[in-house]
């Protein structure tokens, strides 16, 4: 699915070239790159499904869904309370 993103393509675009020496292939250093940017990937969607499955572990415990609703709704407040007086 990030393939299709048009902004991580403006993104690698403008993040590569910085990376790229002229005087060498291009193939191997593109192979390099490309190996990085998706063990990086790998490694992000890793954490973020170990967070989804961790947080799905803490909500399906009965009462954690009443206490984090108290917590994001003073969070909000505060967040407004702070907006208001800013």
Excluded: D
Excluded at 72 to 81: E, N, R, S
Aim: hydrophobic letters at 55%; a positive charge; aromatic letters at 10%.
């Amino acid at each position: 699915m990030a393939v299709s993103n048009p902004k991580a393509w403006a993104f690698l675009m403008s993040l590569l070239p910085p990376f790229i020496n002229p005087n060498m292939t291009l193939v191997p250093q593109l192979s390099i790159l490309v190996c990085i940017i998706l063990i990086t990937e790998f490694c992000c969607l890793v954490m973020y499904a170990k967070g989804g499955s961790a947080l799905g572990n803490l909500l399906s415990k009965k009462g954690n869904i009443h206490m984090m609703s108290r917590i994001t709704g003073t969070i909000m407040f505060a967040l407004g309370f702070w907006l208001i007086f800013k």
